[in-house]
T-cell receptor, first 115, second 113 residues
Framework: SAVISQKPSRDICQRGTSLTIQCQVD?????MFWYRQQPGQSLTLIAT?????????ESGFVIDKFPISRPNLTFSTLTVSNMSPEDSSIYLC????????????FGQGTRLTVV | DQQVKQNSPSLSVQEGRISILNCDYT??????FLWYKKYPAEGPTFLIS?????DKNEDGRFTVFLNKSAKHLSLHIVPSQPGDSAVYFC????????????FGTGTRLTVIP
């Protein structure tokens, strides 16, 4: 299984500022993803972080708001830009691993509160 | 539009008994399903998965059943242990793999000693 380190684990931020979340994996992985879990809701995929090219965003999420970097096969960052209280969520990094990418592993998440 | 649904937000079970967690989905294109367990302040932990070509997959105390015609799957935990107390998420994918997962809202399981 892949070990994923995510930081920060939590933060309280002022509205209008930006926060960059880092995700480090202990092995090279092809597929890395960023999810969001809003309070009382299920996990929702934000985007797939592609190594060497622009991230692929899901409906409702745009690059200007959630810029993503993927400089290599073990690391990615997600930035939450120009934050508002509605961005208060848990943000999770995930990787697909195993034979035919049949398992997905998650970091411990970043609990973001915007005040 | 919630494509994966867990209609029971919570479940309480006595230690040693069976826990049954249910999940329904609406998208017939889903063909790979996973269950995750989540403790507070931790990320979801992969438990067990099943491909649509199967109707049952077993791993120790955990068994997942898939009924494609009913678009329904369930996770059975037997015997239940207090350490199983957590939130359980069902997830589905339209590809044979854990890419682009659609999650249910979770069921909080409490195993009573």
């Amino acid at each position: 299984s892949a070990v994923i380190s995510q930081k920060p684990s939590r933060d309280i931020c002022q509205r209008g500022t930006s926060l960059t979340i880092q995700c480090q994996v202990d092995s090279q992985v092809t597929m890395m993803f960023w999810y969001r879990q809003q309070p009382g809701q299920s996990l929702t995929l934000i985007a797939t972080a592609n190594q060497g090219s622009e991230a692929t965003y899901e409906s409702g999420f745009v690059i200007d708001k959630f810029p993503i970097s993927r400089p290599n096969l073990t690391f990615s960052t997600l930035t939450v830009s120009n934050m508002s209280p509605e961005d208060s969520s848990i943000y999770l990094c995930s990787v697909a691993s195993g034979t035919a990418n049949t398992e997905a592993f998650f970091g411990q998440g970043t609990r973001l509160t915007v005040v | 539009d919630q494509q994966v649904k867990q209609n029971s937000p919570s479940l309480s079970v006595q230690e040693g008994r069976i826990s049954i967690l249910n999940c329904d989905y609406t998208n017939s294109m889903f063909d790979y399903f996973l269950w995750y367990k989540k403790y507070p302040a931790e990320g979801p932990t992969f438990l067990i998965s099943i491909s649509s070509i199967k109707d049952k997959n077993e791993d120790g105390r955990f068994t997942v059943f898939l009924n494609k015609s009913a678009k329904h799957l369930s996770l059975h935990i037997v015997p239940s242990q207090p350490g199983d107390s957590a939130v359980y998420f069902c997830a589905a994918s339209g590809l044979t793999g854990a890419n682009n997962l659609f999650f249910g809202t979770g069921t909080r399981l409490t195993v009573i000693p």
